[in-house]
Antibody
Framework: EVQLVQSGAEVKKPGESLKISCKTS????????IGWVRQMPGKGLEWMGI????????RYGPSFQGQVTISADKSISTAYLQWSSLKASDTAMYYC??????????????WGQGTTVTVSS | DIRMTQSPSSLSASVGDRVTITCRAS??????LNWYQQKPGKAPKLLIS???YLESGVPSRFSGSGSGTDFTLTISSLQPEDFAAYYC?????????FGQGTKLEI
């Protein structure tokens, strides 16, 4: 069974750094893109970016380029999303999701449970 | 970037109703269109990929259609568990943009 398990909720202050994780199992981690999606309180889904763990090729959405860093560690089948300096506007739920292959037309077919990030002074 | 526009933003309906949600892409995306369902406090769930392919385990009352720029999600007979938010997403190019969502309410 394919599973994505995300790290727990975080409460941080503005200016602090943060790295959240998405541990995967049940499939070949290196061979599927894995992405991150933001959902601000009461709002819709925003595609942040994706990474191909096989060669670390990474694509970002324009609103997130330079604001976050997506990375992956093939040795432990885990993807990461990190911030170097958090802002209050980063308060949101963050989901990781596997991007399926051509069979699913690259839909996000398996999702993590989400990580709540709260940034407040 | 491809912009995805969903309508309506919210929809009130009753159990047993037939409902249709539309999604329009700002340029052609062939059938690289996916639909997700999100219930309150839960992660999104993939319902339909490739515009019309029903994912395993998804009830047959859900269906999707369209190609090019115009797509629809139809629920043929609403059940209580269908009241949720629905999002379209294009997977034709990056960034893989989502529509703004449709909240389906009783």
């Amino acid at each position: 069974e394919v599973q994505l398990v995300q790290s727990g909720a975080e409460v941080k202050k503005p200016g602090e750094s943060l790295k959240i994780s998405c541990k995967t199992s049940g499939y070949s981690f290196s061979n599927y893109w894995i992405g991150w999606v933001r959902q601000m309180p009461g709002k819709g889904l925003e595609w942040m970016g994706i990474i191909y763990p096989g060669d670390s090729d990474t694509r970002y959405g324009p609103s997130f380029q330079g604001q976050v860093t997506i990375s992956a560690d093939k040795s432990i089948s885990t993807a990461y999303l990190q911030w170097s300096s958090l802002k209050a506007s980063d308060t949101a739920m963050y989901y990781c999701a596997r991007q399926g292959d051509l069979v699913t037309y690259y839909a996000m077919d398996v999702w993590g449970q989400g990580t709540t990030v709260t940034v407040s002074s | 970037d491809i912009r995805m526009t969903q309508s309506p933003s919210s929809l009130s309906a009753s159990v047993g109703d037939r409902v249709t949600i539309t999604c329009r892409a700002s340029r052609t995306i062939s059938t690289y269109l996916n639909w997700y369902q999100q219930k309150p406090g839960k992660a999104p769930k993939l319902l339909i990929s490739a515009a019309s392919y029903l994912e395993s385990g998804v009830p047959s009352r859900f269906s999707g259609s369209g190609s090019g720029t115009d797509f629809t999600l139809t629920i043929s007979s609403l059940q209580p568990e269908d009241f949720a938010a629905y999002y379209c997403q294009q997977s034709y190019s990056t960034p893989r943009t989502f529509g703004q969502g449709t909240k389906l309410e009783i």
